[in-house]
Protein backbone atom coordinates (compact mmCIF):
# COMPACT_ATOMS: atom_id res chain seq x y z
CA UNK A 1 0.00 0.00 0.00
CA UNK A 2 1.27 3.45 -1.14
CA UNK A 3 1.80 5.71 2.31
CA UNK A 4 3.72 8.43 0.27
CA UNK A 5 3.92 10.20 -2.67
CA UNK A 6 7.00 12.04 -3.10
CA UNK A 7 6.77 14.58 -6.86
CA UNK A 8 9.16 15.89 -9.22
CA UNK A 9 8.21 19.31 -10.52
CA UNK A 10 9.53 20.39 -13.93
CA UNK A 11 7.48 18.55 -16.50
CA UNK A 12 5.94 16.61 -13.78
CA UNK A 13 3.53 19.38 -11.89
CA UNK A 14 4.25 22.37 -14.22
CA UNK A 15 5.36 23.26 -17.20
CA UNK A 16 8.92 23.27 -18.35
CA UNK A 17 8.32 26.07 -20.60
CA UNK A 18 7.39 27.94 -16.96
CA UNK A 19 10.92 27.44 -15.49
CA UNK A 20 12.61 27.99 -19.10
CA UNK A 21 10.96 30.75 -20.22
CA UNK A 22 9.98 33.20 -17.35
CA UNK A 23 12.20 31.40 -14.19
CA UNK A 24 15.47 31.37 -15.73
CA UNK A 25 15.67 34.14 -17.59
CA UNK A 26 14.08 36.16 -14.54
CA UNK A 27 16.91 35.57 -12.36
CA UNK A 28 19.74 35.23 -15.36
CA UNK A 29 18.94 39.19 -15.95
CA UNK A 30 18.79 40.28 -12.10
CA UNK A 31 21.80 38.04 -11.01
CA UNK A 32 24.71 39.75 -11.36
CA UNK A 33 23.13 43.59 -9.72
CA UNK A 34 21.46 40.93 -6.99
CA UNK A 35 24.92 38.91 -6.06
CA UNK A 36 26.91 42.39 -6.16
CA UNK A 37 24.32 44.48 -3.61
CA UNK A 38 23.52 40.92 -1.07
CA UNK A 39 27.11 39.41 -1.07
CA UNK A 40 27.53 40.30 2.59
CA UNK A 41 24.38 39.59 3.57
CA UNK A 42 23.29 35.94 4.49
CA UNK A 43 21.99 33.79 2.80
CA UNK A 44 23.91 35.20 -0.42
CA UNK A 45 27.23 35.04 1.48
CA UNK A 46 26.42 31.39 1.97
CA UNK A 47 25.27 30.45 -1.04
CA UNK A 48 28.52 32.21 -2.08
CA UNK A 49 31.20 30.43 -0.13
CA UNK A 50 28.86 27.04 -0.78
CA UNK A 51 30.26 28.02 -4.85
CA UNK A 52 34.16 28.40 -3.59
CA UNK A 53 33.90 25.02 -1.99
CA UNK A 54 31.97 23.46 -5.31
CA UNK A 55 34.82 25.16 -7.42
CA UNK A 56 37.64 24.49 -5.19
CA UNK A 57 38.26 28.25 -5.23
CA UNK A 58 38.21 29.39 -1.37
CA UNK A 59 39.59 32.72 -2.21
CA UNK A 60 37.45 33.39 -5.64
CA UNK A 61 35.96 36.84 -6.27
CA UNK A 62 32.84 38.21 -6.41
CA UNK A 63 33.14 38.55 -10.41
CA UNK A 64 34.68 35.22 -11.11
CA UNK A 65 31.92 33.73 -8.40
CA UNK A 66 29.45 35.44 -11.02
CA UNK A 67 30.81 34.54 -14.24
CA UNK A 68 30.86 30.70 -12.83
CA UNK A 69 26.95 30.95 -12.61
CA UNK A 70 26.33 32.35 -15.49
CA UNK A 71 28.83 29.14 -17.31
CA UNK A 72 26.37 26.79 -14.48
CA UNK A 73 23.12 28.62 -16.21
CA UNK A 74 24.62 27.69 -19.37
CA UNK A 75 25.33 24.30 -18.92
CA UNK A 76 22.18 23.69 -16.74
CA UNK A 77 24.37 22.56 -13.97
CA UNK A 78 22.46 20.82 -11.01
CA UNK A 79 24.65 23.58 -8.57
CA UNK A 80 23.12 23.97 -4.66
CA UNK A 81 24.54 27.40 -4.81
CA UNK A 82 23.21 28.23 -7.89
CA UNK A 83 19.71 26.89 -7.19
CA UNK A 84 19.78 28.94 -3.76
CA UNK A 85 20.80 32.02 -5.34
CA UNK A 86 18.39 32.09 -8.15
CA UNK A 87 15.48 31.21 -5.74
CA UNK A 88 15.86 33.84 -3.94
CA UNK A 89 15.47 36.17 -6.99
CA UNK A 90 12.71 34.21 -8.02
CA UNK A 91 11.07 35.19 -4.45
CA UNK A 92 11.34 38.83 -4.98
CA UNK A 93 9.17 38.48 -8.62
CA UNK A 94 6.64 36.20 -7.04
CA UNK A 95 6.00 38.77 -4.10
CA UNK A 96 5.93 41.44 -6.87
CA UNK A 97 3.57 39.53 -8.80
CA UNK A 98 5.56 39.32 -12.09
CA UNK A 99 4.54 35.61 -12.41
CA UNK A 100 2.93 32.85 -10.60
CA UNK A 101 3.83 29.37 -10.12
CA UNK A 102 2.35 27.34 -13.48
CA UNK A 103 0.35 24.19 -12.67
CA UNK A 104 -1.31 22.38 -14.84
CA UNK A 105 -4.87 21.25 -14.07
CA UNK A 106 -4.90 18.31 -13.55
CA UNK A 107 -2.26 18.34 -10.53
CA UNK A 108 -4.49 20.38 -7.22
CA UNK A 109 -7.34 17.92 -7.64
CA UNK A 110 -5.33 14.94 -7.92
CA UNK A 111 -3.22 16.16 -4.59
CA UNK A 112 -6.34 17.11 -2.81
CA UNK A 113 -7.79 13.76 -3.34
CA UNK A 114 -4.75 11.92 -2.19
CA UNK A 115 -4.52 14.26 1.00
CA UNK A 116 -8.25 13.56 1.55
CA UNK A 117 -7.25 9.30 1.18
CA UNK A 118 -4.61 9.97 4.38
CA UNK A 119 -1.78 10.05 1.69
CA UNK A 120 1.46 12.27 2.65
CA UNK A 121 2.77 14.54 0.02
CA UNK A 122 6.45 15.49 -0.70
CA UNK A 123 8.50 17.44 -3.30
CA UNK A 124 11.60 16.45 -4.91
CA UNK A 125 13.26 18.70 -7.30
CA UNK A 126 16.99 19.87 -8.20
CA UNK A 127 15.43 23.43 -7.26
CA UNK A 128 16.10 24.23 -3.71
CA UNK A 129 13.69 24.31 -1.18
CA UNK A 130 13.11 27.57 -0.95
CA UNK A 131 12.29 27.75 -4.76
CA UNK A 132 10.16 24.87 -4.61
CA UNK A 133 7.75 26.83 -1.77
CA UNK A 134 7.94 29.83 -3.36
CA UNK A 135 6.12 27.95 -6.48
CA UNK A 136 3.43 26.36 -4.41
CA UNK A 137 2.89 29.26 -2.72
CA UNK A 138 2.38 31.39 -5.24
CA UNK A 139 0.60 28.98 -7.41
CA UNK A 140 -1.69 30.02 -10.37
CA UNK A 141 -4.24 28.18 -8.38
CA UNK A 142 -2.70 30.14 -4.62
CA UNK A 143 -0.82 29.07 -2.30
CA UNK A 144 -1.26 24.90 -2.16
CA UNK A 145 1.28 24.46 0.21
CA UNK A 146 -0.08 23.57 3.33
CA UNK A 147 -0.63 20.07 1.13
CA UNK A 148 2.57 19.20 1.20
CA UNK A 149 4.56 17.41 4.25
CA UNK A 150 7.71 18.21 3.40
CA UNK A 151 10.52 19.31 0.25
CA UNK A 152 13.79 17.41 -0.68
CA UNK A 153 16.63 19.33 -2.93
CA UNK A 154 19.73 18.33 -3.60
CA UNK A 155 21.02 18.46 -0.45
CA UNK A 156 20.12 14.81 -0.11
CA UNK A 157 21.56 13.70 -3.25
CA UNK A 158 21.49 13.87 -6.69
CA UNK A 159 18.09 12.79 -8.72
CA UNK A 160 19.59 10.39 -10.72
CA UNK A 161 21.41 8.91 -7.98
CA UNK A 162 20.20 5.65 -5.88
CA UNK A 163 21.34 6.86 -2.63
CA UNK A 164 19.05 9.76 -2.83
CA UNK A 165 15.89 7.94 -2.98
CA UNK A 166 17.23 5.99 0.53
CA UNK A 167 17.82 9.19 1.99
CA UNK A 168 14.36 10.71 1.48
CA UNK A 169 13.19 7.08 2.77
CA UNK A 170 15.06 7.90 5.77
CA UNK A 171 13.93 10.97 6.04
CA UNK A 172 9.92 10.42 5.41
CA UNK A 173 10.38 7.14 7.95
CA UNK A 174 8.51 5.04 5.53
CA UNK A 175 9.37 1.98 3.93
CA UNK A 176 10.39 2.01 0.45
CA UNK A 177 8.06 -0.23 -1.03
CA UNK A 178 5.10 2.31 0.24
CA UNK A 179 6.86 5.21 -1.52
CA UNK A 180 5.72 6.51 -5.19
CA UNK A 181 7.98 8.71 -7.13
CA UNK A 182 6.50 10.78 -10.07
CA UNK A 183 8.86 12.49 -12.63
CA UNK A 184 9.00 13.24 -16.23
CA UNK A 185 12.21 11.63 -16.31
CA UNK A 186 12.83 8.07 -16.77
CA UNK A 187 16.71 8.32 -15.30
CA UNK A 188 15.45 9.21 -12.14
CA UNK A 189 12.60 6.25 -12.00
CA UNK A 190 15.54 4.15 -12.89
CA UNK A 191 16.83 5.32 -9.38
CA UNK A 192 13.91 5.20 -7.26
CA UNK A 193 13.31 1.71 -8.38
CA UNK A 194 16.44 0.61 -7.98
CA UNK A 195 15.99 2.27 -3.80
CA UNK A 196 12.81 0.01 -3.81
CA UNK A 197 10.09 2.41 -4.82
CA UNK A 198 6.96 2.33 -6.84
CA UNK A 199 7.14 4.83 -9.67
CA UNK A 200 4.72 6.59 -12.53
CA UNK A 201 5.93 8.74 -15.48
CA UNK A 202 4.29 11.61 -16.48
CA UNK A 203 4.32 11.58 -20.09
CA UNK A 204 2.87 15.49 -21.01
CA UNK A 205 3.90 15.54 -24.84
CA UNK A 206 5.63 11.88 -26.98
CA UNK A 207 5.78 8.65 -25.01
CA UNK A 208 9.14 8.09 -23.51
CA UNK A 209 10.19 5.12 -25.84
CA UNK A 210 13.57 4.27 -23.05
CA UNK A 211 11.50 4.24 -20.61
CA UNK A 212 10.82 1.11 -18.70
CA UNK A 213 8.31 2.73 -16.54
CA UNK A 214 4.22 2.84 -16.84
CA UNK A 215 3.35 6.38 -18.37
CA UNK A 216 0.31 8.72 -17.78
CA UNK A 217 -0.39 11.58 -19.50
CA UNK A 218 -2.04 13.30 -16.44
CA UNK A 219 -2.33 13.30 -12.52
CA UNK A 220 -5.78 11.99 -13.20
CA UNK A 221 -5.08 8.89 -14.03
CA UNK A 222 -2.93 7.80 -11.05
CA UNK A 223 -4.93 5.72 -8.82
CA UNK A 224 -2.77 4.87 -5.78
CA UNK A 225 -4.74 2.94 -4.28
CA UNK A 226 -4.56 0.44 -7.32
CA UNK A 227 -0.37 0.47 -7.58
CA UNK A 228 0.94 -1.93 -5.05
CA UNK A 229 -1.78 -4.65 -5.89
Same mark, same amino acid.
Given at each position: ? #? ?12 ? #??? $? ?14 ? /? ?7 ? /???? %? ?5 ? +? ?9 ? #? ?14 ? %? ?5 ? #? ?38 ? $????? %? ?6 ? *?? +? ?26 ? +? ?31 ? *? ?20 ? +???
Amino acid at each position: M #IRAIVTDIEGTTSD #IRF $VHNVLFPYARKRLAAF /VKAQQESEP /VRAA %LDDLRVE +IADPKADTDTL #IQTLFRFMDEDRKSTA %LKALQGH #IWRDGYLNGDFTGHLYPDVLPALEAWRAQGLDLYVYSSGS $VAAQK %LLFGYSDA *GD +ITPLFSGYFDTHVGAKREEQSYRNIAAH +IGAPADTLLFLSDIHQELDAARAAGWHTLQLIR *GEPDAHSQHRQVASFSDILPEQ +IAL
